[in-house]
């Protein structure tokens, strides 16, 4: 992905490319179970060493856009979002997102950082159509998502639900 792309969501929030800073914020959110659960990923513990090898693969992947939110007057880290498995010909993606500490969710951090992605992607990047997989007992995020404009589309194993939004719809 570029290295120099930055997203403004607003006069709090900036989207741009993870800091080598942030590495140990990374590592202590990759090794948060519940955070693992929520985000329907597999556990397993986590060294700077992972965090770094994750890093490197990630950003050299052109099917991918990995930036981390930060807060505008300190340059704090406060979560991670993901543009992945990008099918560029279809114009598609999934999207990912987390705020890694709790005491920062529920204050609209993660919904505006998605509306700005989401923006970015079908206005500046033309995308048609962007996904994302979601646990149904996961409340906020589901909230989150509904509030966005996704709609269900599927249901899959495990109370797992796919949402979607398309370009066509919010345009
Ligand atoms: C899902 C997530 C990205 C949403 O970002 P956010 O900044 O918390 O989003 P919002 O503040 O807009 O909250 C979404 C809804 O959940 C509610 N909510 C979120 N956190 C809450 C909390 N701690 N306490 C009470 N309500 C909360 C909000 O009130 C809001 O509902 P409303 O619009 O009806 O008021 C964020 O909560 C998160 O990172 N969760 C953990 C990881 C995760 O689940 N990722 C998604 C995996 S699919």
Redesign the pocket.
């Known amino acids: 992905m570029r290295e120099d792309l930055e997203l403004k969501v607003d006069s709090h929030l900036v989207l741009k490319p993870l800091l080598e800073k942030d590495f140990v914020t990374i590592k202590k959110w990759k090794n948060d179970r519940d955070?693992s659960i929520?985000?329907?990923s597999k556990f397993q513990h986590t060294d700077l060493q992972d965090v770094r090898q994750w890093y490197v693969k990630n950003m050299g992947d052109n099917n991918q856009i990995l930036l981390g939110i930060y807060l505008v007057g300190t340059n704090k880290l406060i979560?991670v979002a993901r543009v992945m498995f990008i099918n560029w010909d279809a114009k598609e993606a999934e999207l990912?997102?987390?705020?890694?500490n709790?005491s920062?969710?529920?204050?609209?951090?993660?919904?505006?950082?998605?509306a700005r992605i989401i923006r970015y992607l079908f206005m500046e990047q033309d995308f048609n159509r962007l996904f994302?997989?979601?646990?149904r007992t996961?409340?906020?995020?589901m909230?989150?998502?509904l509030?966005l404009g996704f709609k269900e589309e599927d249901e899959l194993e495990n109370n797992v639900v796919l949402m979607a939004i398309y370009k066509r719809e919010i345009a």
Do not use: P, T, W
């Not at 994302?132 to 646990?135: D, F, R």
């Open positions: 955070l929520l985000m329907l979560g990912g997102i987390y705020i890694g709790r920062d969710r529920g204050k609209e951090y993660g919904s505006k950082a998605f994302l997989k979601v646990s996961n409340r906020f995020a909230k989150s998502y509030k």
